[in-house]
């Protein structure tokens, strides 16, 4: 079984120009999640995914972050404009229905802004 | 609100050693506890978790953790590790009934030959 796909792996950006990243969940899970893990620290929940309905974004700054799921599969999230403190990994996770099922970890995309 | 915190940042051991990683958790309910492990430029693995039933709990690669509920406490152990053990593990708590977890700030576990 193919694991959860993100691209790209590595990306480096200045401050004020956007990024968008692309997560592919394992197939047949319903459920994606985005997480931002900021060096040093662990993984934080941004938004929540249950088919192409958003769950919870309570944790995403609206003002700069945006993300989709267009026909409750792919994803990307999008940051615009970026800021220095916005460099992290950005981890995609998806499970197989809800929150009462095991989450897969993507490699994660690892963002420089400079 | 539930929270973790990782005792340690880093623990460096040499082959063979036992080693501990030491997690205390708070919530004023019931909780899952889990532990992830990162190997270098990958994505967090799920090593082992505790739903309820037996306090210890086993993974495939010879860690071990006891939830020990007095103490607030989800320790993650192995008697003797490999240098392939080298890795960023993170506990989590999560509320019953939910597996989002909130996650520790990782302890680094350096294995030396």
């Known amino acids: 079984e193919a694991g959860v796909a993100q691209s790209p792996r590595y990306k480096i950006i200045e401050k004020r120009q956007s990024v968008a990243f692309w997560c592919n969940p394992i197939s047949g899970h319903a459920t994606l999640y985005w997480y931002q893990q900021i060096l040093g620290q662990g993984p934080k929940l941004l938004i929540q995914f249950q088919n192409n309905g958003v769950v919870d974004d309570s944790q995403l700054p609206k003002d700069r972050f945006s993300a989709e799921r267009l026909k409750g599969v792919d994803s990307t999230l999008k940051i615009q404009p970026a800021k220095l403190e916005d460099s992290a990994v950005y981890l995609c996770?998806?499970?197989?229905?809800?929150?009462?099922?095991?989450?897969?970890f993507g490699p994660g995309t690892r963002l420089t802004v400079t | 609100a539930q929270s973790v915190t990782q005792l340690d940042s880093q623990v460096p051991v040499f082959e063979e050693a036992p080693v501990e990683l030491r997690c205390n958790y708070s919530?004023?309910?019931?909780?899952?506890l889990f532990w992830y492990v990162q190997y270098p430029n990958q994505g967090l693995q799920l090593l082992l978790k505790y739903l309820s039933g037996s306090t210890l709990v086993e993974s495939i690669n010879g860690f071990d953790a006891e939830f020990n509920k007095s103490q607030t406490s989800f320790h993650l152990r192995k008697p003797s590790v490999h240098i392939s053990d080298t890795a960023e593990y993170f506990c989590a708590v999560s509320l019953r009934g939910s597996y989002i977890p909130t996650f520790g700030r990782g302890t680094s576990l350096i294995v030396h030959p």
């Open positions: 996770a998806s499970s197989l229905a809800g929150i009462d099922y095991e989450q897969y």
């Open positions: 919530s004023s309910v019931s909780v899952y």
